[in-house]
């Protein structure tokens, strides 16, 4: 049995993924508690919910292999990113969910596997020989990409601030803290958690890992499969 789970409340959405569950003579488990006894294969929430950015990471957290797909109802590109940053899977408005959502659900009866493929890529390097801006992928599949270093470690995050847009590659960068701060209006994050520390930004960073090989810098990325 597909292990598929729901906590929509908005009534039209709740029945358009019925229809579409229906469809496939598929059909949504009680979300009544969250304490299931097998992992949930896809989970269907509301972005609008004010929690859904920390359930979504619980969720990713417990289940990784768990598919979560986020409906919106209003476009805000920042709270989209910080969804797909805490681990969504899909993100799409409320008339599309049901129909990219019905699609997922027929490779699951498939057997085939909803996570995503993962992608290196090769950052240009950037000449320090301290903590700080060692990389920078502006021209990643996604948004542009800094790679900072932190004592032995690479920390990689989308180098575009959630506030206003501007680059934080430009910013000044704290050794000790590993935070980096908008060089425009000083909101400031954790290159290596992606957490804000400071406004006037609302959301974290999206981070990817990132690694060295033969003295070259790579990050990974994921793609739809």
């Given at each position: 049995m597909h292990r598929l789970i729901k906590f929509v409340e908005n009534p039209l959405l709740n029945k358009h993924l019925e229809r579409q569950?229906?469809?496939?003579e598929m059909g949504f488990l009680d979300p009544s508690s969250e304490d299931f006894e097998e992992a949930p294969q896809i989970i269907v929430a509301e972005l609008e919910h004010s929690q859904a950015i920390n359930r979504i990471i619980d969720w990713k957290r417990r289940?990784?292999?768990?598919?979560?797909?986020?409906?919106?109802s209003e476009l805000d590109r920042e709270r989209w990113i910080a969804a797909e940053s805490a681990g969504a899977d899909l993100v799409a408005n409320r008339g599309a969910l049901p129909r990219l959502l019905r699609d997922k659900m027929k490779?699951?009866?498939?057997?085939d596997s909803l996570t995503k493929q993962k992608?290196?890529?090769?950052?240009k390097a950037v000449v320090n020989s301290g903590d700080g801006l060692v990389g920078r992928l502006p021209d990643s599949p996604e948004d542009p990409?800094?790679?900072?270093?932190?004592?032995?470690q690479l920390c990689a995050v989308r180098d575009v601030c959630p506030h206003a847009g501007f680059s934080l590659a430009d910013g000044v960068f704290d050794p000790v803290s590993g935070s980096i701060t908008c060089p425009e209006h000083g909101s400031r994050f954790q290159v290596c958690t992606g957490e804000r520390l400071?406004?006037?930004a609302d959301?974290?960073?999206?981070i990817y890992p990132a690694l060295s090989e033969q003295e070259e810098i790579w990050v990974e990325i994921e793609q739809e499969a």
């Open positions: 569950a229906t469809s496939l289940w990784p292999e768990c598919y979560v797909a986020l409906s919106v490779l699951l009866q498939q057997g992608l290196r890529l090769k950052a990409i800094a790679v900072f270093r932190m004592g032995n400071r406004g006037p959301y974290p960073l999206r």
